[in-house]
């Protein structure tokens, strides 16, 4: 398992990196960095481990050879469950094991939890939880489910608007004004008129 491929998996604002080892054939395993390393965390234990797996280990946005997040986008905790939901899309895994290692340091600790936070969000996903220097995670019985529905909910309907995304609709000025007016009924022609001025692009197709 000393061999390893580069991985890159396309994202809105560029791409998430990763890096495998083993055959693809084998029992999918995804292996989680902690706060401020990379991919690269796994190299030393990834040999020792059983052969027959395929070992994944991605990049966080931000981190490695990932892409940033666009200047004054923050790094949100869910930003990073909704990283490894791409990447379990992307290589089309159902269900698969998850590895998650992260730093003890006391005020980094929310990255413990993102490995035990997509098992929670995603049960039917996982069929093993592997946490090395890290901690479970834990909700009051009384938000366990208000939380994970809200959450869950925030994670599939953007990937689900990401993989509808098209190009946009080239119309006629009047064609587009006429559009503009159906969807606000409180708009005056004039009013429309002046929206669109700062409100559309024009191109060669409308």
Same mark, same amino acid.
């Given at each position: 398992?000393?061999?390893? #491929? ?13 890096? $495998? ?6 029992? =999918? ?41 666009? $200047? ?61 220097? #890290? ?57 429309? $008129? ?9 191109? =060669?197709?409308?």
């Amino acid at each position: 398992l000393g061999m390893f #491929s580069e991985l890159k998996f396309p994202v809105p604002w560029g791409h998430v990196a990763a890096k $495998a080892w083993g055959p693809s054939e084998g029992h =999918p395993v995804l292996c989680l960095h902690g706060w401020l390393d990379n991919a690269n965390t796994f190299d030393k234990l990834i040999p020792l481990l059983p052969r027959g797996c395929y070992y994944v280990a991605m990049d966080f946005s931000g981190h490695g050879l990932s892409s940033h997040r666009p $200047a004054g986008c923050p790094y949100h905790f869910l930003d990073y469950v909704t990283d490894v939901r791409r990447v379990a899309a992307a290589l089309q895994w159902r269900r698969f094991t998850l590895m998650g290692h992260s730093m003890g340091n006391a005020q980094l600790f929310i990255f413990c939890f993102i490995s035990p936070q997509f098992c929670f969000l995603y049960p039917e996903m996982v069929d093993k939880l592997i946490l090395l220097e #890290s901690l479970g995670f834990l909700l009051a019985p009384e938000d366990t489910e208000a939380w994970l529905k809200s959450k869950r909910r925030v994670i599939d309907r953007l990937l689900s608007l990401e993989a509808k995304q098209q190009t946009p609709k080239a119309r006629s000025p009047e064609a587009a004004l006429q559009r503009l007016l159906e969807a606000n009924s409180h708009l005056t022609a004039e009013g429309g $008129a002046i929206l669109l001025q700062r409100g559309a692009t024009e191109t =060669p197709a409308g």
